[in-house]
């Protein structure tokens, strides 16, 4: 699902703007650490449906590099009869796009946020059933069957 | 057709409500068994009524009873056939037979000229069963009118006893469904008071109605998930059912009418000693809970009550999907996991569509007014 409409040459909204942005949004997604023009770390909580856990989750920007999210507590857990956790980089941040899926012109609020919300939801139901049902790459994965 | 709106809920009753909706669909029978049930008794009754029937001169008429009447069948635990029940009913006076046993021969005896129900007939105590294998068993109950009552109320034939016992299904049918009609008064009685002149759509109100149907059909696959190991114990359908029908106030949601009702057998079983009574609202002399003269039988159904109020509490206390899956597993078994799998797939049908949203807190939504989730692909590692 790449977004492939970059020649559109769109202009890459600034340090500033991201940050004014996400406060405006998430204001419930607290600014902790910031260095201007270096990194920006979002920290607060977030639940993906009514009866989900709230997660405590943080967000980390740098501009020209993928922004990073981990899931502080609860703590995740992998699943009875599984090796390991689905859509994990090997950092423990979470899987959140393919490269490509994230371009420098969008906007930290309005992108990675509701994929964050996206991939608790998808979690929890990984949890409750042994599916993954929220696609994606490594379908040959077993929590990628659909039974 | 307009194909209808996909909604994903957003607040914690809906999701819950949209989760044992979705349990239920898996429950009951499908639309093409139901059909092909509906097929099956018709043939039947065309066999009793045809040239050369020796019970033709009856006018039988054959008709669905129980939940397949009412709307609230379960699949069996751990079998795959339904158990459908069906009145055949004959036009004649009971004084005109010797005794109720030759009521039963007199439909036997028909069947047996078949060349398949031959095959498949089974004799039970008060009715003719026919074996569809892998399908349902046909539940075939002769009966005769009772002239002396009129209205609907009928003798039928008890094996064992030789007798006769009373039974009305038909009353028993419509009592239930103006039980399901409650919610639906209220609500119009609400939008009467608040000068809301618009009527209630039928999709609305054939829900609103359906509330009290779902709340029988999870206490019955609770029964039968509970009592699985010694089902002789579990308490019988219709019992579950009267007491459901008059503990439902007319709540609007399923998770809702499941606290009321449940509240209320903990009540009955909390002030009855030595035991409580369920009484045929049809026909007030017929103890529907006679088997609640056994201590045994009723010391279960009593501790199996606290036990699914406890765990109904603990149900609606959980937070995390998979805790709340967890809980209504131990409550209702398998089906739980494919109804979270069909709510994953309604948001996941949202996402590739672009019609997913998000609010405030993360809270993904259907609802138009909020921040759109673009699209993305979740990666594996490396």
Known sequence: ?147 | MATAKIVFPDDRNAQLGDILRQICEELQISPTAYDQAVARYTAVCNWLEADGSVVAIFNPTIYPQGSMKIGTTVKPFGRDEYDLDFVCEFRFAVNSLQSPFHLLKLLESRLREHEVYRSILEMKNRCLRLNYANEFHLDILPACPDFSVGDSCLFVPDRKTLTWKHSNPKGYAAWFESRCEIGLKLLMESRRLMEKAEPIPPQEAAEEKAVLKRVVQLLKRWRDVRFQREPKLAPISMVLTTLAAQAYGGEHTVPAAMTSVISSLVYLVDHSNPRAYVLNPANPKEDLSERWDDAAQYRAFADGVRELHKRWNEALAATGIQNVSNQLEQLFGEPVKSAIKKQARTLQDLREKSLLRIASVGLLTSAPAAVPVRPNTFHGKR
């Open chain 1, 1 to 147: 699902m790449a977004n492939g409409k970059s020649f559109l040459r769109r202009n890459a909204p600034s340090f500033d703007q991201q940050v004014y942005r996400m406060s405006l949004l998430w204001p419930k997604l607290a600014l902790g650490q910031v260095r201007r023009q270096v990194e920006a770390i979002w920290q607060g909580f977030l639940q993906p449906s009514p009866l989900s856990e709230s997660y405590l989750i943080t967000l980390r920007f740098r501009p020209d590099s993928n922004p990073e999210t981990r899931v502080v507590s609860p703590e995740l857990r992998v699943r009875e009869g599984f090796k390991d956790l689905p859509h994990i980089n090997p950092d423990g941040s979470l899987c959140l796009n393919v490269l490509g899926d994230w371009q420098p012109w969008m906007y930290v609020a309005d992108y990675v946020v509701p994929w964050v919300s996206t991939w608790l939801y998808f979690y929890e139901v990984w949890h409750a059933t042994g599916n993954w049902l929220g696609g994606g790459t490594h379908p040959d994965k077993p929590e990628h069957r659909s039974d």
